[in-house]
C-alpha cells in the first residue's frame, strides 16, 4: 500500500456537500484494520458510515465529533507505519495564511483573482472551498436592468442549488411575483437555474434593490449547518429587501395558523389551528403541524415530519426526515433530529437526537 492515503469526507447525496461528524470512532495514531468504522455522517436526508480502506494507522485527523464538514475535505490518512511524514499544509505564498479570514479555504487562482478584483475577503464564504467561480460570482457584474425599474412584485430567490430548484417551482405556482432571477456566489452570472436567470453573487444585490426589487426569497437550506442560511438573511436585510412568505397551493393552513415573514411551506403540507411558525423557517414537503404547534424562528421541518399537538421548537433547530414528536414536547433552541427519529420527552438546547432513535 502506498505510506499514506488520503480519506476525504464523503458526499452524502447530490444536493447536499455538508455533513456532520455525529460519530469518531478513531483517534490520532490508532491502528485500525481494513473495514473498521472511522466516523458517522449524517444529513437530515441521509447517514453514512465511513470505513477504513486498509489496514494501517490513523494521522492527521482534522475534525472531532459533532463538527460540520465539507464532501472531499481530508478527514484523516491512513498510514502504513506510524512515524510517516503528513504533507505539508500548503499557504498562498505571498501571504500568510494568518492575514486571511480564520476559517477561509481558498485556491490559489481564486485567492489571485480576489485581489485582482478588489474582492473583500471578509464576503467570500467559510462553508466550503472557494473556487474562481466563487469569486467570480462576488465580482460586480453589468446587469441588464429595465430602464423603468421593476415592478412591486418583483422577487430574487439567493440560492441556486436543490433547495433554490425547489422555491423556483414553488414561488411559479404561487402565482403572485414576477420572478426575475437567481443570486448565488458560487454560480457564473449568466447561468440558468430551471430557466431562471443567475445575475450574479452579493455584489449585484444593492443595484438591484436600487432598481425597484424589494422581496427575496433565502434558498440557502442550511442543513448540516445553518451558519451560511444565517449570512444570508443578514446581507438581504443589509441591501433592503424584504422576505414575504410564500405557500405551496397544495398545502393547507388553517385561518387561525400565524407565518411571520421569510416562511417556506411546501407541497402537501399542514399547519394545524392556532399554529405559530416563526420568521424564517422551513416546513417541508408533507409535514405536518399539528394545532397549537410553535417554531421558533429558522427552524428547518424535512420532508415527511409529524408533530402532534403543542410541540414547541426552538429556534434553528433542524429536524430530519419522517421524525415523529409526541404531544407537548419541548425541543430546545440548536437542537439537531436526525431522519426517522422518534421524540417523546422534551430535548434540552443543543442536543443531538440520532437518526432512527427513540428520545429519550
Known amino acids: 500500500m502506498p505510506d499514506l492515503i488520503p480519506i476525504p469526507v464523503p458526499q452524502l447525496n447530490p444536493n447536499e456537500r455538508e455533513s456532520q461528524i455525529i460519530e469518531l470512532n478513531v483517534h490520532e495514531g490508532q491502528a485500525v484494520r481494513a473495514g473498521e468504522p472511522i466516523a458517522v455522517f449524517e444529513t437530515t436526508k441521509s447517514t453514512l458510515e465511513l470505513t477504513a480502506e486498509t489496514d494501517g494507522y490513523v494521522l492527521g485527523l482534522a475534525f ?12 484523516c490518512y491512513i498510514a502504513s507505519r506510524p512515524d510517516v511524514p503528513l ?14 479570514p480564520a476559517g477561509l479555504r481558498i485556491t490559489q487562482p481564486a485567492l489571485t483573482l480576489a485581489r485582482s478584483l478588489g474582492i ?36 430574487i430567490i439567493y440560492g441556486g442549488g436543490g433547495h433554490g430548484k425547489s422555491l423556483v417551482d414553488l414561488v411559479r405556482s404561487v402565482r403572485s411575483f414576477d420572478l426575475v432571477g437567481i443570486i448565488d456566489d458560487g454560480l457564473p452570472a449568466g447561468a440558468k437555474v ?27 437550506g442550511g442543513i448540516g449547518n445553518l451558519a451560511p442560511r444565517l449570512q444570508v438573511f443578514d446581507r438581504l436585510k443589509q441591501a433592503g429587501f424584504t422576505f414575504p412568505t410564500v405557500v405551496h397551493p397544495s398545502a393547507v393552513v388553517e385561518p387561525s395558523a400565524d407565518l411571520d415573514a421569510g416562511v417556506q411551506v411546501f407541497a402537501h403540507a ?21 394545532h397549537d404547534c410553535v417554531l421558533e424562528e429558522i427552524a428547518n421541518i424535512s420532508p415527511g415530519g409529524i408533530f402532534a399537538g403543542g410541540v414547541h421548537v426552538g429556534a434553528r433547530t433542524l429536524i430530519g426526515m419522517g421524525v415523529t414528536v409526541n404531544l407537548e414536547v419541548k ?30
Open 331 to 360: 425541543i430546545g433552541a440548536g437542537v439537531r433530529v436526525g431522519n426517522g427519529a422518534t421524540v417523546k420527552a422534551n430535548v434540552p438546547d443543543g442536543a443531538v437526537v440520532r437518526a432512527g432513535s427513540i428520545w429519550p
Open 194 to 220: 430551471l430557466g431562471v436567470p443567475v445575475l450574479g453573487g452579493s455584489s449585484v444585490l444593492d443595484e438591484l434593490a436600487s432598481h425597484g426589487v424589494r422581496h427575496a426569497v433565502n434558498a440557502v
Open 64 to 75: 472531532t465529533q459533532g463538527d460540520t464538514v465539507t464532501a472531499g475535505q481530508v478527514l
Open 120 to 155: 473583500d475577503f471578509s464576503r467570500l464564504p467559510l462553508n466550503t472551498l472557494v473556487t474562481e467561480t466563487v469569486v467570480r460570482g462576488l465580482a460586480p457584474a453589468k446587469l441588464a436592468l429595465p430602464e423603468t425599474g421593476y415592478g412591486p412584485n418583483a422577487l
Open 270 to 290: 399542514y399547519i394545524g389551528s392556532s399554529a405559530r411558525v416563526g420568521f424564517g423557517c422551513i416546513v417541508n414537503t408533507g409535514a405536518i403541524l399539528s
Open 87 to 100: 504533507p505539508a499544509a500548503a499557504a498562498p505564498a505571498d501571504r500568510a495564511a494568518d492575514e486571511l
